[in-house]
């Protein structure tokens, strides 16, 4: 069955189930031939529910939009892609604070799974979701594999999101070595950073199971709050070892940045800087409760528009 028809179906099946969601998928299709102002703000509209304010954007996912529309700062190229952001780290935190490379490769087709480690991990540099995790190698699919990466190297990040950063990143595939905590898992945790002050902390957990999220204050305390995702009430995370130096190396990567999400992996009392990300969700998760949304956007300082 070829590929259109596959997508017909799909779109068919979410306009009788959530026709928003059908929609989307249009728009999705569609973005290459829209501006970027016009496909923001349908998408915008669609996840949302009410119409984009750009004159006047007040709430977090708003002020989003108008920041992927008019913050271009050069450095934000650099800053998103997955394989420079780790020289940035170098250059400002020092050495032994991002994940090691193992690899990097411009095709597919390059990469010598011969001489990677029994567990690694396999990322595209230029977009969101292109993330492949091996954990035996004599079970990991190297054909499908491949052909993955490939699908995720000719997918332009950009076109479908909007989000200036990735314009121009180069396209690439980084192997990184497997990490994780004494429990087999690894926790992400995600500082929300605001002209360099930390407003809010994310952790993320069962991302591969049933994906949970907890909020915290930059002191630990729990927010009793969620964005996007439901939070566990019966998961106490215990507040990390190395919370402190994760919130300066925060403060340091995102000073003079309106918005910054700043990603750490935490292990045996070491904490790596895994991305850094300006548009958390693309804008269009929904908080709970809503007012959370409006405090988020209250932390943004709007820059001058630079175009």
Request: charged fraction near 25%.
């Amino acid at each position: 069955m070829s590929d259109f028809v596959l997508l017909a179906k799909k779109i068919v099946r979410y306009f009788f189930k959530e026709p928003n969601i059908g929609l989307i998928i249009i728009l999705d299709k569609l973005s290459f031939f829209l501006s970027d102002k016009l496909y923001v703000k349908m998408m915008f509209y669609l996840h949302m529910g009410y119409r984009l304010d750009l004159t006047n954007p007040r709430s977090f996912s708003e002020k989003i939009q108008w920041l992927k529309l008019y913050d271009h700062q050069p450095q934000y190229t650099r800053m998103a892609d997955k394989y420079e952001m780790k020289r940035i780290v170098n250059e400002l935190i020092g050495p032994g604070f991002v994940i090691p490379v193992l690899g990097v490769w411009d095709n597919e087709s390059d990469i010598d799974f011969s001489s990677l480690p029994n567990q690694f991990v396999l990322k595209t540099t230029h977009d969101s979701g292109g993330v492949l995790i091996c954990r035996d190698k004599s079970n990991f699919d190297i054909v499908d594999a491949r052909k993955k990466l490939k699908s995720h190297l000719v997918s332009d990040f950009y076109v479908k999101t909007k989000e200036w950063p990735y314009k121009n990143i180069k396209r690439r595939i980084i192997a990184e070595k497997y990490m994780e905590n004494e429990n087999g898992e690894l926790i992400d945790y995600k500082f929300f950073c605001f002209d360099g002050i930390v407003k809010l902390i994310e952790v993320d957990y069962d991302r591969f199971v049933e994906h949970k999220r907890t909020l915290f204050t930059p002191e630990w305390e729990n927010m009793n709050a969620t964005i996007g995702f439901p939070s566990d009430e019966k998961n106490n995370i215990e507040k990390p070892s190395c919370l402190d130096e994760m919130i300066q190396v925060s403060q340091i990567l995102s000073a003079g940045i309106p918005h910054l999400r700043v990603d750490f992996y935490c292990t045996n009392n070491q904490f790596y800087v895994g991305e850094l990300t300006f548009y958390h969700g693309s804008g269009f998760e929904k908080t709970n409760p809503e007012s959370l949304n409006y405090t988020m956007g209250s932390w943004i300082k709007l820059p001058q528009r630079s175009k």
